[in-house]
């Protein structure tokens, strides 16, 4: 079976709580395997771009996800910035779960300017449904400006819907 969503990170339909991908992403949230549509607020300030569009990083991580009514994320991961990787770690939760899911996931970062900027809360409204594997893809930011564009492989039984928040903490 199939998870049908747009986000495998249990962040599904990025639509960014308080914070916003540029427009220039909302076209490319969605994946082929995905059945919704993703949509993203889009900022009131004019932006340059050429410069939001080019990726400044690489990212690659693991989560797991375990719910019973409120669920925890945990996970590991790096990222390659400025030719360099660096480790950091992930942990948040959401309301409304039910299940168990690992997810693999990568992607690209942009806007990010300085490494400590990486850091911080990455949210959205959550509503995903995976029994055994899936693919999905979703664009979350951080109040700090950082954008990921990411696509995941997911694998467990899950049923998900509401709000959730992962934070992103570099280790090195």
Do not use: C
């Amino acid at each position: 079976m199939r998870r049908y969503s747009g986000y495998g990170l249990a962040l599904v339909s990025a639509l960014a709580i308080s914070i916003a991908a540029p427009a220039s992403f909302a076209n490319e949230a969605q994946t082929p395997a995905s059945k919704t549509t993703t949509t993203a607020k889009t900022s009131d300030k004019p932006a340059d771009k050429k410069e939001a569009a080019k990726p400044v990083g690489h990212i690659h991580f693991k989560t797991h996800s375990a719910d019973l009514g409120v669920g925890y994320t945990w996970g590991e991961g790096t990222l390659t910035f400025h030719g360099k990787t660096h480790r950091f770690s992930i942990s948040g939760g959401n309301i409304a779960a039910l299940g168990f899911a690992s997810i693999d996931a990568s992607g690209d970062v942009f806007n990010l300017k300085h490494l400590h900027d990486f850091d911080g809360e990455y949210g959205s409204i959550a509503g995903e449904a995976t029994v055994d594997e899936g693919v999905g893809g979703a664009l979350v930011s951080n109040s700090n400006g950082v954008h990921l564009k990411i696509t995941t492989s997911n694998r467990g039984a899950r049923l998900a819907a509401g709000l959730q928040g992962l934070k992103f903490t570099l280790k090195d």
